[in-house]
Every structure is written in structure tokens, then in C-alpha cells.
């Protein structure tokens, strides 16, 4: 195996961390931290002013994928907000393998300049994990759809300029053939959006659609084939997009606060911090085989299950360690004086939970990996 | 050079013969038959036809010239075989020796991996029970001892061959100062690594094989959520401890030195993931073999059973060292800096 980066890999990794060092300040942080809206737009026109946004996605530009993983392994580590570019990459690396020529030239501009970003409609209040049994209905009449039902955990949808959404278009069918698949704006008339708060700062939505009429221009990759749109998108959130070094920027802020406090004296503190870590290694070595399927025309969607499951368990063990680690002080917030890690360390503490529910709990992913893996029978 | 994170085609073809090799010649019924002692000399003479003792030595000298990474392809094939011979701690330790017949595997080699106590000796040294010659640190010094193997070993969890041994009797060679040890441990680790991810893939796959055939409540018990999700957790602890031992080879076979950056999650300094990839696997082989070992119920508990062979060697293989906190302690001395006295 060879686990080199190219010297040009290295000069585009050399390059994001500049960006990254420029753009994403504290007070950038704090701002997130304080509007629950988890952007840096400064972050993202640099980074398609660059061109690394159309360069890094998927069949667009150089598309390659281990540049992928380096641009959003680059912004994991140093705790920049990247999911507002990871989501809008993602749709449009479908946009780009499912769309028409129409929508490639009307929407992905747009995102690879960074500008746009993209809110994702799946779940809904009933509808999580068994997100193929969803009720918003699209219905056809004349040349139109009209759109009625609602969306939860839209993300971003308070800043996005787009909404991919996942809508049923034909009841009587077997439920993963009847679902259709449409990207629209977000200024279509009919939408509202509502705040949800979470434990972790930031602010997800739930969005309702009322009426909602869009053309057949808006419909993505078929009527009746959502469920292939779906799997596409989630082979690229499982795989190559962040979500696996999230203890990294933790584990920095942590080390810095026990030196200073004398706690690096300790075995107990010393041992975790070394197992942390190995952890962390792991898991960016599992992501970097990820993006190695894919840039060798592989599909990691397996692989991406057991990437999630192992780095999101370990990312709660390391957040819970260092809360524990720290003391009294692990519990002080942002701005409190004598906070463990400046905060930070109760705010992953917050934050961690979330990880193994979002975008496919461990436990969809535990039968992804029964079923398909080890070859077990399907259970439910 | 770029990221490729599969096996090149020299190593596809050693892992295919080795894997045929162990598979016809070391089935489980060898693993056992050469318990309690651990090792089966017609089954190292096979090796030795097939010039695997000296696959890692210079071509200059009679050897093959693998690569570190090449020899962790051996290893995984060992560990799931769980075959009784001393095969990683003879290529550890012919890193350092350049004599014909270790070489050649006539004389075994093996790695005394903790130092000599007081008395000049190397407690429980794997493979210490058949090695013709040992090679370890006696007090600043790096040796190596060639002396009469006792061929008998204390009865042990892992029915593995631990002896005892003298630094001080026997013909003793110096080979230079106890610090060029270090890349003689971390071949040994790294190779025990690969050894302890063959150990846990086959572990899973028992486990697998077996909750499939066992039925309860008429259906096979591998069709309960219950029993899948504790499964599902092992190839990801397989996956990521081979990826780890795998890079922790490249590393060392660069030859280059690596850095160390933990706060940007980047290392490529051999040392440290050696040491990195020795304490996942160890957890990842007592997971796997915990898991796989409860799946079976009470049939798992019995000798007739061998996940119970890969169980107990799971624990042996990696505790010769030492405790893996201990090894631990280590890896964070090399991350973030010695302890301030």
C-alpha cells in the first residue's frame, strides 16, 4: 500500500490550510457559535474563488476524489464549518451525474462559487431511519408539480438558496418506487421555515410546503427513481465529506488547556490522549480508503457505514473522555473564565451526541453492514 | 506516487500462497494437536522448503529481499491459521543477524522483547522455548545469544513456546547499543499486528459461520438484530487495524523520517505507528474473539469448539510484550513529549 499524497495533493492541502487560516478567524467561530448558523461565507467564496469547489467535485473539474477527502479532512481538523460546502458539493456531484444539461448549467454555477449553498429535505417528523416511507406528496397537474407536506432537520434551509427534496409521486407503488426526487429554490412561493434548536448550537428547521408549484425542470434524476437519486447522494455523505476527524480539532483544544493546568502528568490523561489519537488515525485511514474506491471508480457506500459507525463512536468516547478529563471546569461554556479548552470541551460534550443519528444512524448502518458485509439475513 | 490502498500484485500473490499454504498445512487440528508446547517442527520445516525464514533477509546473503510490507502479508496468513511456529519472531530478529543458517531457517531466531531482569535474563521470551538464538537488550547493550533451546515451555494461555532465557550464557555476540534495538521491535510489532488482524478476521468468520448453522425459535440465530449489530462491529476493527499495520509497514520501509503532527492528525514516523497499530489490534483480536466466542453460547466455551483456540491467543500473542497501556504510555511520550519530571 502506498499512503503518499502527490506532490500536487500536498500543494492544494498546503493551499486549503492558508484559506482555512485566513478566513476561518475566532471571531468566525464565536459567530457560529452564536447564531447557530454553521457558515462562513467568507470561507466558502475563497474556496470557490480558488476553484476547489468545482475542481473537488465528484465527475466536475478534476473530480478527484482523494482531493476530496483531503479539502474536507483539511476543514474537520481545523474546526472550520464545513458542512454548508460538504452538503453543497454532494448535491452537486448529483446534480452533475443525474441532471440534465438544463439544471448543470442553471444550478451548478451557483455552488461551485461558493455561493449557494444547499438545504437537504429527507426525514420527516415520522419518517427517519424508514426515510423511504415519507408522505410529502408531488402531484402532477397540467405541466406543473404542486408540493404539500413537511420536512424536518432542514439544515441550513434559513440561508440556502436550494432545496433538494425527496417527495412521493406515486402512492400505489411498492414505497422505494413511488418517490421522486426534486431540487428547487428555496424562494418558491409556498415555503416556510421554522427553527429547530439543538443541544449543539446549531440550528436545523423544520419546513413545510404549502402548495409549492414547480416545473418539470425541477425534477431530479426521473419521476419515480428518487430512491437511486437518494442512494447516490448518501454513497457521497457516508464517504469521502468530513465526519470522521471531529475529535481532531477537540483533542488540540483539550492538550493545550491540561498542559497548562499540569494535567499531561497524569497516566490516565496520557493513556487516553494516545488511544484518542490512534482513533483518529483510524478513522482518517478508513475515510482516505474511501476516497481511494471511489477515485479507482469504486462506490464506498459500505465502506462509508463502517467509516460512520467507527468514527462517530469514537469521536463520543473522546468528547466524553476529555468532559470527564477536565473536571468541573469541563462543564464552563464559551467565554467563561477557567473553561476547559476554552469552551470547547463542553461544547463537544453537546455536540457528539448528534453524530451517530445524523445522516444514517449506526444502527441503519450496523444492518448495512450485516446484511451486505458479513452476508447475514435481512432483519426487519 | 499517490495513495493506493490495495495490495500489489506481488503481494496478492504472496497472501494467495501463503493463505494456500497455511490453509493445507495448518488447519486448526495442527494449532491443536501442538498444544500444550505451540510448535510444530514438520510444519516449520515446510516453511523452511518454502524459504519464508529468509524472506526478509538481504538477496546478498541468501535471502528473498520482502519488503516489511510484503512480510505483514505473511503474518495475517499466519494469525489466521494461528499456525504453531515461530515465523514473526524469526523475521524480526533476522533483521539484525546475518548467519547462513538463520538465514536459511535451519536455526531459529526469535526477539527477547523486554529487557534482561537483574540477573541477566529475558523472562518469558516468545518463541524462547525453540530459539537457537535470541536476540535483546542485556543493560545498554543490543545482543544476540546463541545457545541450547530448552524445548519445554510453562503451560500458558496461549499454548505458545515462552522460555526463559540467558543473555550471559552461552555465544554471545554484541551487536551494537540498546537503542538499535528499536527497529527490531517495531518489525516485531508491526508483524504481530498483522498477526492479531488475521487472528480477528478469522475469528469473525467463525463467528459468522456459525450463528448462520445454529438455529433457535426456528430461524438461524444470525437473523436477530441483537446478534448481527455485536458482528457488525468487527470488520471495521479488521479494516482499520490493517490499513494501520499496513501503513505503519510503508513508514518503515520508506526509510524516511516521518513526522509526528498529531494536532493535524499527521503521522507517518514508523515508530510511532507501530506502536499505534499494536495496541488497536490488540483490542480489535479481543473483540473480535470476545463477540465471536459469546455467539456460540456455551459450545463456544467448550474445547471442542475453536473459537476458543483463537480467543486465548488473541490475549497471548500481544501480552508478551506487555500490557498495552504500558505501550500506550510510550506512544504518548513520542506524540506529545516526555512527562515533565
Given amino acids: 500500500m502506498d499512503f503518499s499524497l502527490s506532490t500536487e495533493t500536498l500543494e492544494f492541502r498546503r493551499t486549503i490550510r492558508d484559506i482555512v487560516q485566513r478566513t476561518v478567524t475566532p471571531e468566525v467561530i464565536d459567530r457560529m457559535h452564536t447564531t447557530g448558523t454553521f457558515a462562513s461565507p467568507e470561507l466558502n467564496a475563497e474556496l470557490g474563488r480558488h476553484g476547489f469547489l468545482e475542481r473537488a467535485v465528484p465527475g466536475l473539474g478534476k473530480g478527484d476524489p482523494i482531493e476530496l477527502w483531503v479539502l474536507f479532512n483539511e476543514l474537520e481538523k481545523a474546526g472550520a464549518p464545513y458542512d454548508g460546502p460538504a452538503v453543497a458539493l454532494m448535491i452537486a456531484g448529483v446534480v452533475n451525474a443525474l441532471g440534465t444539461d438544463e439544471q448543470k448549467a442553471r444550478i451548478l454555477p451557483s455552488i461551485i462559487s461558493g455561493e449557494a449553498m444547499v438545504a437537504m429535505g429527507y426525514s420527516e417528523a415520522d419518517y427517519g431511519s424508514d426515510v423511504a416511507s415519507i408522505k410529502t406528496r408531488a402531484v402532477k397537474d397540467g405541466d406543473e408539480w404542486v408540493i404539500n407536506g413537511s420536512k424536518m432537520w432542514t439544515t441550513m434551509a434559513q440561508a440556502a438558496r436550494w432545496l433538494i427534496l425527496l417527495t412521493r409521486t406515486d402512492p400505489d407503488l411498492p414505497k422505494h418506487k413511488g418517490l421522486t426526487m426534486f431540487l428547487l429554490p428555496m424562494d418558491t412561493p409556498g415555503i416556510t421555515v421554522e427553527p429547530v434548536h439543538t443541544l449543539g448550537t446549531e440550528v436545523t428547521n423544520a419546513t413545510y410546503f404549502d402548495d409549492v408549484r414547480v416545473g418539470d425542470e425541477a425534477v431530479l434524476g426521473g419521476v419515480n427513481n428518487g430512491w437511486r437519486t437518494m442512494t447516490t447522494v448518501l454513497a457521497f455523505e457516508r464517504g469521502v465529506m ?52 471511489a477515485a479507482s471508480g469504486g462506490m464506498p457506500g459500505l465502506e462509508g457505514s463502517m467509516t460512520k459507525v467507527f468514527a462517530a463512536e469514537a469521536y463520543q468516547r473522546i468528547s466524553r473522555w476529555c468532559q470527564q478529563m477536565a473536571g468541573p471546569a469541563g462543564l464552563l461554556q464559551f467565554h467563561e473564565a477557567g473553561a476547559a479548552g476554552e469552551g470547547f470541551v463542553e461544547y463537544d460534550a453537546r455536540h457528539s451526541p448528534v453524530v451517530t443519528i445524523y445522516g444514517g444512524t449506526t444502527e441503519i448502518n450496523r444492518n448495512n453492514i450485516a446484511e451486505r458485509h458479513l452476508g447475514l439475513p435481512k432483519s426487519r | 506516487m499517490t495513495v493506493d490502498l490495495g495490495l500489489s500484485t506481488d503481494q496478492e500473490a504472496i497472501a494467495d500462497l501463503f493463505g494456500g499454504f497455511f490453509a493445507k498445512e495448518s488447519p486448526t487440528t495442527v494449532a491443536r494437536a501442538a498444544e500444550p508446547f505451540g510448535f510444530d517442527a514438520g510444519l516449520w520445516a515446510k516453511l523452511v522448503e518454502l524459504g519464508a525464514p529468509g524472506m526478509g533477509s538481504p538477496v546478498g546473503i541468501g535471502g ?46 526469535t526477539v527477547a522483547v523486554r529487557p534482561t531482569d537483574a540477573d541477566g535474563l529475558w523472562r518469558l521470551v516468545p518463541a524462547g522455548a525453540v530459539a537457537d538464538v535470541v536476540v535483546g537488550v542485556d543493560g545498554d547493550e543490543l545482543v544476540a545469544v546463541r545457545s541450547e533451546p530448552p524445548m519445554v515451555a510453562p503451560r500458558n494461555h496461549a499454548a505458545a513456546p515462552l522460555a526463559d532465557r540467558s543473555a550471559r550464557t552461552g555465544q554471545r555476540t554484541v551487536l551494537g547499543p540498546a537503542v538499535e534495538f528499536v527497529p527490531v521491535l517495531d518489525r516485531w510489532k508491526v508483524l504481530t499486528s498483522a498477526a492479531l488482524v488475521g487472528i480477528a478476521d478469522a475469528a469473525m468468520a467463525l463467528g459468522v459461520q456459525y450463528v448462520m448453522d445454529r438455529q433457535q425459535f426456528g430461524v438461524p440465530i444470525g437473523s436477530f438484530q441483537a446478534v448481527q449489530h455485536g458482528l457488525a462491529d468487527l470488520p471495521v476493527m479488521i479494516d482499520g487495524g490493517r490499513l494501520l499495520t499496513h501503513k505503519a509497514a510503508w513508514a518503515i520501509d520508506s526509510g524516511e523520517v516521518g513526522i509526528n503532527d498529531w494536532a493535524l492528525n499527521d503521522i507517518t514516523d514508523g515508530s510511532t505507528l507501530a506502536s499505534m497499530a499494536y495496541v488497536f489490534t490488540t483490542d480489535g483480536a479481543a473483540l473480535a474473539t470476545d463477540r465471536s466466542l459469546h455467539y456460540h453460547g456455551g459450545y463456544g466455551f467448550s474445547e471442542e469448539y475453536d473459537i476458543q483456540l483463537y480467543y486465548r491467543r488473541a490475549r497471548g500473542w500481544s501480552l508478551v510484550l506487555d500490557d498495552p497501556s504500558v505501550e500506550c504510555l510510550a506512544l504518548a511520550d513520542r506524540l506529545f513529549g516526555a512527562r515533565e519530571a
Wanted: aromatic share 4%.
Fill in chain 1, 242 to 293: 468530513g465526519g470522521s476527524n471531529a475529535a481532531v480539532p477537540l483533542l488540540r483544544h483539550f492538550h493545550d488547556w491540561a498542559a497548562a493546568e499540569g494535567l499531561l502528568a497524569n497516566d490516565v490523561v496520557r493513556e487516553r490522549l494516545a488511544r484518542s489519537v490512534i482513533d483518529m488515525q483510524v478513522a482518517a485511514l478508513l475515510t482516505q480508503r474511501s476516497a481511494w474506491i
Fill in chain 2, 64 to 109: 528473498g529481499g520482502a519488503s516489511l510490507s510484503d512480510l505483514v502479508v505473511v503474518a495475517e496468513a499466519l494469525g489466521r491459521a494461528i499456525a504453531p511456529v515461530p515465523l514473526i519472531e524469526h523475521l524480526a530478529a533476522a533483521l539484525l543477524l546475518t548467519d547462513a543458517d538463520v538465514v536459511a531457517g535451519e536455526a531459529i531466531a
